[in-house]
Structures are given as structure tokens and as C-alpha cells.
């Protein structure tokens, strides 16, 4: 699908990925609706705003009304800690979200549709690569998120084979980071954890395992330009978004600490867990539809502690499912 003058809804339109790709679509073109449960504040000035609770089919519906494309970039953000000791709210609104909004947006007569996964659907191996999802089991350390996709996705095929929905997408990202990240320290992902306990040591900061971990790392805006790729070739099966380049958490850490004038003492506490040893993503597929990603890891490490030290009140302005006491 081409987007200029098309009226498409970003669902998760404030988020991380959101906040890129919504500035994409105004750049070509398109009249651009976000639905989120984040403060306005957090939304694109020339998009209509609708801030709604997406695990309600009637609210869902609303959002789609007279939508031509929608991006499903909805999710609970929860690193793999907090995931495991509180999966309830996680599953639930994960599969609820999921499951209204692809309803909706059948009910609505949209279009197309673009389900954002995520790499948690992959079992350990040495590179993720899209067709091997359903011979395995996602791993332990994302048992509940991988799942939860993994279901996503399966309504994804059920309505093209059931509905004819012809013009359905989905994209799985590697480990995003970026501007408007998510940096609580209860729940935070590995890159906007590092960066904020980096930047407020005392001088010192400890880190969980002893660096080896590799991880496929890509920045945000990235991800969005290559959903949008995605969108305008509508493959029929996923297409994983990723650098295609395995970093490992030293190198991570590094960067990081080349960005600060005092960099901390790094204390490599293997005590800890460190999760999978490798998840670097197969980009062939995506390469094949022309999405290379064009930001390195120090260029996107760099914008993203630019952007949190001079917006640290900003990060208040998230919805946290986890924050609501229940």
C-alpha cells in the first residue's frame, strides 16, 4: 500500500516506534490517526489524537472507523524479570489488544493491517530466521511475551485463510532501543536500563552476567521505516527487522561509556542471569524487500542518551500497566 492521502491508525502511535513511524506517514502523505494510553503530550501535532483503553472491542472499533491501514504496534513494555513474576497482566493485555484490534479492523472493513511481534517468538538458536517459529518452543527467558505473539500471529493467518484479509503484514523486531524508550527501573529493557543507571551512578555501575550475552540491536527509527517497507510490499509472511549483527553486552556497555564524560567503573556481577547467549536475526528476507537499517549501534546509543538526559521528565508520560496499583 502506498500512503499519500490514505487515512491510516497508529495503535501504540506514542510509543518508541510509534513517534517515528507516525512522522514517516505524515512526511508522505497520509491523515494519520493515534490511539494510545499515553499523555497527548506524547503525540504527533498533525495527527488526531485518541487516547483509549485498546483491550475494549468497542474502543478498538472507534479507532479504526474509516481507517484505510492500521499499524498494531501495541504491547506491554516489561523486561524478562518482571515478565515471569507478574505474567497475568501481561498475557492478558498483550492477547486482548491483539486479538479486539484485528477484529476491529475486520468490522471496520480496513484495508490493511500490520501486526508488530516481536523476537521473543524465537526458540535459542544461533540466528533467528523466520520459518523455524513453528518447529520450536519460545525460549524460557521470553516464554510469556513469545507466546502471546506467537498467538498474535496466529490470528494474522486465521483471518486470511477465514476472512480473505489479503493485505495483512507482520514484523519482528529485534531489541529496540531509542528516544522515548521506556526507562523505569522496575521494568525497563537492557539498553534505556544501562543508559539510565549509567548516567546516574554514583560512579560505579553493576552489570548482570559477564558481558558475553550477544544481541541483535536496532534503533528505532529504523524499525519504522522498515515496517513501512513491509506495509508497501505486503509479503505474506513475517519479515524480521533487525541489524542482522550480533553485539555483545560489553560492546553495549562500551558505547555507552564512551558517550559520558565520567564514565562509571563497570562491575560484571556473574551471580546474575544473562539470559539467551545469542539472538541475531536472519535479515535476508528483509534485505530482499530493501530495508537495510542505517543507524549503527554508537550513532543510536549516542541520539538516545542525547535525547533521555535533556528529557528525563518525559518518561513519566508513558501508560505502565504495571503502575496502576492492581
Given amino acids: 500500500m502506498q500512503f499519500d492521502g490514505k487515512k491510516v491508525l497508529v495503535a501504540g502511535g506514542t510509543g518508541m516506534i510509534g513517534i517515528p513511524l507516525v512522522r514517516l506517514l505524515v512526511e508522505r502523505g497520509a491523515q494519520v490517526r493515534i490511539s494510545s494510553l499515553d499523555s497527548p503530550e506524547r503525540a504527533h501535532p498533525d495527527a488526531e489524537f485518541l487516547r483509549l483503553d485498546l483491550t ?7 479507532a479504526c472507523a474509516g481507517m484505510d491501514f492500521v499499524f498494531n504496534l501495541l504491547g506491554v513494555k516489561a523486561s524478562p524479570a518482571l515478565t515471569r513474576t507478574k505474567p497475568g497482566r501481561f498475557l492478558y493485555n498483550t492477547v486482548m ?14 484495508a490493511g493491517y500490520q501486526l508488530t511481534s516481536s523476537v521473543g517468538v524465537y526458540a535459542p538458536a544461533e540466528v533467528f530466521a523466520e520459518d523455524d517459529v513453528w518447529s520450536t518452543f519460545p525460549s524460557p527467558n521470553d516464554w510469556y511475551s513469545g507466546w502471546s505473539k506467537r498467538v498474535g500471529e496466529l490470528q494474522v493467518e486465521a483471518y486470511r485463510i477465514e476472512y480473505g484479509m489479503e493485505d495483512l503484514t507482520i514484523t519482528r523486531p529485534a531489541n529496540v532501543y531509542g528516544p522515548f524508550d521506556n526507562f523505569d527501573s522496575e521494568n525497563a529493557m537492557v539498553v534505556p536500563s544501562l543508559i539510565k ?22 534503533f528505532a527509527e529504523d524499525v ?3 515496517m513501512l517497507r513491509v506495509a508497501e510490499a505486503a509479503p505474506d509472511k513475517p519479515v524480521n527487522l533487525g541489524s542482522g549483527h550480533g553485539y ?6 562500551t558505547a555507552i561509556a564512551a558517550n559520558m564524560d565520567n564514565p562509571p567503573e563497570i562491575h560484571w556481577d556473574t551471580t546474575k542471569p544473562t539470559g539467551d547467549a545469542r539472538r541475531i536475526l536472519d535479515m535476508d528476507r528483509a534485505r530482499s524487500l530493501g530495508f537495510t537499517p542505517a543507524t549503527s ?6 541520539r538516545t542518551m542525547e535525547w533521555y538526559a535533556a528529557n528525563r521528565d518525559a518518561t513519566s508520560l508513558r501508560y505502565d500497566v504495571y503502575g496502576d496499583g492492581k
Avoid: K, P, Q
Fill in 224 to 226: 519504522a521505516a522498515g
Fill in 297 to 302: 549501534l554508537t550513532e543510536g546509543v549516542r
Fill in 97 to 110: 489488544m491483539e486479538f479486539s484490534m484485528l477484529e476491529a479492523a475486520r468490522l471496520e472493513g480496513v
Fill in 197 to 218: 543507571r549509567a548516567l546516574t551512578s554514583d560512579g560505579t555501575l553493576s552489570v548482570w552476567g559477564d558481558g558475553s550475552a550477544i544481541r541483535d540491536f536496532i
Fill in 56 to 62: 475494549d472491542m468497542a474502543n478498538c472499533r472507534a
Fill in 248 to 253: 555483545s553486552i560489553r560492546e553495549l556497555v
